[in-house]
């Protein structure tokens, strides 16, 4: 497993009790993880952590994944609060375990595919994906089915109230995407008809459900008007053309709510603690991916060297940041935060042929 942080409850931002326990896998994790580990090369850890993903696809029974888990596949993560620990700088509550656990978040089928669909491209690895391992894909395949326009809580985790939210419901068009594309990998023709059909199907429906005329912008649930940063990863997905203006006018959206100087908030509106405070800081690295997608590359690297300049002394970051005093905040070192760096660098450097 790879550990979202290897620490607990240091607030999000001074005293916002926002104080939660990292220190376990995230299935969300996974693909961004994969990624980043992929393009650096390092396969052997990748695909140690790829069949801890997979052992959790095959050991669950009724199909349907947790959000998280504990290191060694430990699946009740009861969250308490410890009153006798001050927390850190006297900002508590301390909290061990994670609530995370008990949700519906409907985003962990395409997690799972989309890490696993790399057993079936990379020739760099040992032991190839095969029918089996596909088999037991297509059984998550079918739950994002049935569930992508079921509400949930969304990946940043709303304690109270779910809705259909987008992220979701691209990870499951995602799920069907990869699966359709596996099939014709491995040349089984019927299959790889029935999940592109599927996938077309999520796809114009959440084309014409996550689509605000108004706002000339995706929002972040069906038939909503809020925003939120995961709506720049449907490029990154392969959900929709940088080149779309869709995509490009959801960018410019998005910078318009939700920058606050050079980084960027998961939403703007307020949740079960109040409104966010600060900013969180993969969301940065997000936008800078899409701005060098849609061609706002010089800016996109402007921002990146920016971010560098925020690491601590050993060069890591953290979960959040004060836009105002560039003070980390959150749980340390982040892995998000860190893979969110990984892949904004490899995508703006420069190729070996343009290099010399």
């Known amino acids: 497993a790879i550990l979202a942080a290897v620490t607990t409850s240091i607030p999000e931002a001074p005293n916002s009790e926002r104080n939660w ?180 199907h999520i796809r114009k429906v959440i084309l014409n459900k996550a689509w605000n005329v108004d706002l000339n912008s995706f929002v972040e649930s069906f038939s909503g008007k809020e925003l939120d940063a995961s709506l720049l990863l449907l490029h990154e997905l392969g959900f929709i053309e940088p080149t779309d203006p869709r995509f490009v006018g959801t960018v410019e959206a998005i910078e318009k709510q939700l920058r606050h100087g050079d980084f960027l908030f998961r939403y703007a509106k307020a949740d079960d603690f109040g409104k966010p405070k600060n900013a969180f800081l993969v969301c940065t690295f997000w936008y800078i991916d899409a701005l060098a997608a849609i061609g706002r590359r010089a800016e996109a690297r402007e921002l990146f060297e920016n971010m560098l300049a925020h690491r601590n002394h050993v060069g890591l970051f953290s979960e959040d940041i004060d836009p105002k005093t560039g003070e980390l905040w959150g749980n340390f070192p982040q892995t998000y935060s860190m893979v969110g760096l990984v892949n904004s660098a490899m995508r703006l450097s420069k190729s070996w042929e343009g290099a010399f």
């Open 21 to 200: 326990d990292y220190r376990f896998c995230w299935l969300r994790d996974s693909y961004f993880v994969v990624q980043a580990l992929n393009r650096l090369g390092i396969t052997r850890t990748m695909e140690d952590y790829v069949r801890y993903i997979l052992n959790i696809a095959s050991t669950t029974d009724d199909r349907t994944p947790q959000p998280v888990y504990g290191i060694t596949l430990d699946t009740k993560l009861t969250e308490r609060s410890e009153p006798h620990l001050a927390g850190y700088r006297g900002m508590g509550p301390v909290r061990a375990g994670n609530q995370a656990y008990e949700q519906v978040q409907n985003d962990v089928y395409g997690s799972i595919i989309l890490t696993a669909t790399m057993f079936f491209f990379d020739q760099r690895l040992v032991q190839p994906g095969n029918l089996d391992l596909y088999e037991t894909l297509e059984a998550l395949g079918h739950r994002a089915l049935d569930l992508f326009e079921q509400p949930d809580a969304g990946l940043w985790e709303l304690r109270s109230g779910s809705r259909v939210h987008t992220f979701s419901s691209v990870m499951c068009w995602a799920a069907c995407d990869r699966l359709a594309r596996i099939a014709t990998r491995l040349d089984l023709k019927p299959r790889n008809r029935f999940w592109r059909q599927k996938a077309e």
